[in-house]
């Protein structure tokens, strides 16, 4: 009987399908918690430096740390994601980002600040984009691509935290400042996680809000199909590729590098975005900080328009724009001069840049089926972070040898275009039944 109260209150708590609340409370999650450490870590060099006397440098690892962390343990959350269900890994996270900003708050050595971060770069993972997408492509079919949207959003909403996270270290000292930045994140996010279903079998809907089918059974006459929770609870496993049958379809081996590819350039523009334009595009200090905040802001154009295309139009196509908007946006970048070019470099990179995160859970339940959307999703993003960790370096290097950012910039367009080239490879989606029939077993 406490169940289907639960699952009764869930239905009722929202005047609409309920679906778009699992959409919105995911995207608000990403916004406070799983994407807002990047502009925590910021915001701490200085109070850390003043405090500690540590440097740059040792401060700065701490961000790599992180870094890694995600990107390690984001193809494990993909796996746990198709087995355990979203609801368990949401409040894990959380509770590990949280929990780690309230750590860095009592820190008293280097080693402390270390553990802090490693806590945090796994809560990132858990609850973050990847491992909510897939809960979100189980709830939607027709309207995926806009619900894709909308929790993508998030992450480009933490653009909001660019201000709040500096605001409270202001207000506060560093340490409190930090901790009610944590306490706040637990406040918020663990009541949202804890109303985040994996699939609408799970609560007695159907995907959509669709009715059941005449003469058919609703999912909420199944009683095994209430209120449990895990990647493949409900009365029916869902359709798609298992992890080994992706490793032998060819699709996976086109997008890998694409992805490798175009996070190269777009993580290298990000991170040594405000040092370029201040040294090469005669930038103020504060004017480049101008167009670093238009890049969260803006991308959710891309993340939202691309995501409500997606469902009228061939996701690769989009794919493919995407990435030639991101390709072109880079090239405006490494020849930047003036405000105004620059302007144009935020008017081409940010929707692409955007809307290719939207687009790839979009494309990859298209391609591979939801059977093990998280499992095939955590390596491809894991992929993607190898690029991302390579192209900060490799642009340092090239600054560091030529004194200048330009020739990287121009290297990194063109690899974008590569991976445009990559995504046409990969052709028309196969149905995953079709595509099962001719794949090895895992």
Not at 39 to 53: H, K, N, Q, R, W
Request: aromatic content about 10%; some cysteine; proline content about 6%.
């Amino acid at each position: 009987m406490s169940m289907e109260r639960s699952t009764s209150a869930l239905i009722r708590m929202v005047p609409f399908y309920y679906g778009w609340w699992v959409a919105i409370a995911a995207g608000i999650i990403i916004m406070v918690a799983s994407a807002s450490p990047l502009y925590v870590f910021s915001a701490l060099i200085e109070p850390l430096e003043d405090e500690f006397g540590w440097s740059r440098a040792a401060i700065g690892a701490g961000p790599s740390i992180g870094a890694v962390m995600w990107g390690i343990t984001t193809p494990i959350a993909g796996y746990l994601v198709d087995r355990i269900g979203v609801r368990r890994l949401l409040v894990v996270g959380v509770l590990l980002v949280g929990g780690g900003n309230i750590l860095i708050s009592q820190i008293q050595a280097l080693w402390h600040f270390y553990i802090a971060v490693t806590l945090i770069g796994v809560g990132m993972s858990l609850a973050g984009l990847p491992v909510c997408a897939v809960a979100v492509a189980h709830w939607f079919a027709k309207r995926r691509g806009r619900a894709l949207g909308i929790v993508s959003a998030g992450a480009g909403a933490t653009g909001i935290m660019v201000v709040l996270t500096p605001l409270l270290v202001a207000l506060f000292d560093g340490r409190a400042g930090v901790m009610a930045l944590g306490l706040i994140q637990l406040a918020i996010c663990i009541p949202l996680a804890l109303t985040v279903r994996h699939r609408p079998e799970e609560i007695g809907l159907l995907p959509d809000g669709e009715p059941a089918t005449p003469g058919g059974t609703s999912a909420s006459s199944q009683p095994e199909a209430v209120e449990t929770e895990g990647g493949h609870s409900g009365t029916e496993q869902p359709q798609g590729l298992t992890v080994g049958q992706a490793l032998h379809a060819r699709s996976f081996w086109l997008l890998s590098p694409a992805l490798i590819l175009t996070w190269i350039g777009s993580l290298a523009v990000i991170v040594h975005l405000i040092p370029y334009l201040d040294e090469s595009g005669g930038f103020t200090e504060e004017g480049a900080a101008v167009i670093a905040m238009g890049i969260p802001f803006g991308s959710l154009v891309g993340r939202l328009g691309f995501g409500w295309l997606a469902d009228y139009l061939g996701k690769h196509w989009l794919l493919t724009a995407a990435w030639v908007l991101q390709g072109s946006g880079i090239l405006v970048f490494a020849a930047v001069q003036s405000p105004w070019q620059a302007v144009i470099f935020l008017v081409l990179f940010t929707p692409g840049y955007g809307g290719a995160i939207t687009m790839l859970p979009a494309l990859l339940s298209d391609y591979f089926g939801l059977r093990a959307l998280g499992g095939i999703q955590g390596l491809l993003w894991g992929s993607g972070t190898l690029g991302g960790f390579l192209g900060p370096i490799l642009a340092g290097v090239v600054y560091d040898g030529m004194d200048s950012y330009r020739p990287a910039f121009f290297v990194m367009a063109l690899a974008a275009f590569t991976a445009v080239v990559l995504i046409q490879m990969m052709g028309r989606p196969r149905a995953p039944a079709g595509e099962l029939a001719g794949a090895p077993a895992a």
